[in-house]
């Protein structure tokens, strides 16, 4: 009795395989709330109606792909901080090793000067670990930028936000693209150097050149005080989207 119990059950699961109902390492897709989808769906549609920039290009097909990544329909793919490798990822189904990084909102700038924006969206993986994706298009598919909280935080519309190694190391930068990855240039920056005392001083730079400290809080004023981006909150139940 108990070899036939065997043999049934391999052959049922020789018949789901052959109809497609278990696909081993296949991508698996968290189930979207219609309700919620359906939301999301609308809010996009509005701002990109009523709040996208007049001066931005963004052409049908991006459209298109940047709505189905925020809606979970489609994958994107990065280099995530923990993983070896690149892997293809749905929005609200990233996680590595029990920590699971939640999306808060999103917004569509434009992160390198070029007219065309990339979606920018921050979130927190765990408890309190603040994270921030920026999407954009290469190679007619959607890849990602991860940075965590302090590369990347108290981002302007125009793209520019802060980065901080710590008090005395910090400044605003922005972002330009090469192929698949990114460069970080600095637009006013606080550093340290060592005196002939053996003790360290602040030293301040903008556009990588050095200045005098009260021209550089004069551009860290202005900076800091650029508009903010509008953002779009993602439909959170609990600690899930879409689930």
């Not at 065309?116 to 190679?139: C, H, K, N, Q, W």
Request: aromatic fraction near 16%.
């Amino acid at each position: 009795m108990k070899k036939i119990h065997i043999i049934i059950s391999i052959f049922l699961f020789w018949i789901a395989c052959k109809d497609n109902i278990v696909k081993p390492d296949s991508i698996e897709k968290p189930i979207a709330n219609t309700i919620q989808s359906s939301s999301l769906s609308k809010s996009i549609n509005e701002y990109i109606k009523n709040e996208l920039d007049s001066d931005y290009i963004l052409d049908d097909e991006l459209y298109k792909m940047y709505r189905q990544v925020l809606l979970s329909e489609k994958t994107f793919s990065f280099n995530f901080v923990v993983a070896e490798s690149e892997n293809e990822y749905y929005i609200n189904n990233i996680s590595y090793d029990g920590y699971e990084f939640i999306p808060h909102h999103f917004s569509f700038i434009d992160m390198n000067n070029d007219t065309v924006p990339e979606i920018v969206i921050e979130g927190t993986i765990g408890m309190s670990a603040g994270f921030v994706f920026v999407l954009r298009e290469y190679d007619g598919r959607i890849i990602g930028h991860e940075f965590s909280h302090r590369q990347m935080s108290d981002i302007k519309k125009d793209g520019t936000y802060h980065a901080s190694g710590g008090a005395a190391y910090n400044g605003y930068y922005q972002l330009s693209f090469n192929d698949d990855s990114y460069l970080q240039h600095n637009i006013v920056r606080m550093d340290t150097e060592e005196d002939s005392n053996g003790e360290y001083k602040p030293i301040y730079f903008i556009f990588e050149k050095q200045v005098e400290e009260k021209d550089f809080w004069k551009l860290w004023e202005v900076q800091k005080n650029k508009e903010e981006p509008t953002w779009i909150n993602f439909e959170l139940r609990g600690d899930q989207y879409l689930r």
